[in-house]
């Protein structure tokens, strides 16, 4: 368990990571910490099952690397709990994600969880960014989740879906104020490469005159 710390500064703030995809650690929890001015990684999660990681306050803002991330989660299988998290994304001049989930897999009957986490993207941002980011991720539950982004960068979305399925994606508020209406949107789901996935209950919105909801 990591709860109540406040971790400032380094490449990352928490970086926590199994061994492989056949030798993952399991039932870990990172709860309640406050994260800031880290280069790269926020919080790390790679390969790790059943992992919950709860209720963290993180801040993504320049000076970060070329591609920084909030909170980061590659590998992590098996009822995966990412619920209650504040992401804070300000003054970024580089490519920034809130959340990115990669290669995190559940099951039909142990479902992940991404749930009642608050993204912002609200000031000062400069560059490409993305709220919530999916990609090669089956088997979640996304709910409930409330973000908003603005960028002056070309690419802008507050949800991104690609290569997912049988993702439930329900009860989310996206917003977008980006001003770039060429390649800016609130909610994108690749329709190209995904299976299964049902979008529901959701509102999407873009105030700065690009898509809200792209498929």
């Not at 949800?159 to 329900?170: A, E, K, M, V």
């Not at 996206?174 to 690749?190: F, G, M, Q």
Request: charged share 10%; aromatic share 12%.
């Amino acid at each position: 368990v990591i709860k109540g710390n406040t971790i400032i500064g380094g490449s990352s703030g928490i970086y926590f990571e199994g061994t492989s995809a056949a030798n993952m650690t399991w039932d870990n929890v990172i709860d309640s910490n406050i994260v800031t001015r880290n280069f790269t990684y926020g919080i790390y999660t790679g390969f790790n099952g059943r992992i919950r990681v709860t209720k963290n306050e993180v801040t993504v803002e320049s000076p970060r690397a070329g591609n920084s991330y909030g909170i980061y989660a590659t590998g992590c299988d098996s009822i995966f709990q990412y619920t209650g998290n504040m992401v804070d994304m300000n003054g970024n001049a580089n490519t920034a994600y809130g959340m990115y989930f990669t290669n995190c897999d559940g099951n039909a009957t142990q479902r992940g969880i991404i749930a009642n986490n608050k993204i912002t993207a609200l000031s000062d941002n400069q560059a490409n960014l993305y709220g919530l980011y999916q990609t090669n991720s089956t088997f979640n539950n996304t709910v409930n989740n409330v973000i908003s982004v603005n960028s002056e960068g070309t690419l802008v979305y507050g949800s991104y879906l690609t290569g997912t399925s049988n993702i439930n994606f329900y009860n989310n508020t996206v917003l977008n104020n980006a001003t770039n209406v060429a390649t800016t949107v609130a909610a994108y789901v690749n329709g190209g490469s995904v299976g299964n996935n049902s979008v529901r209950n959701n509102i999407f919105a873009h105030l700065g005159g690009g898509r809200a909801y792209y498929v």
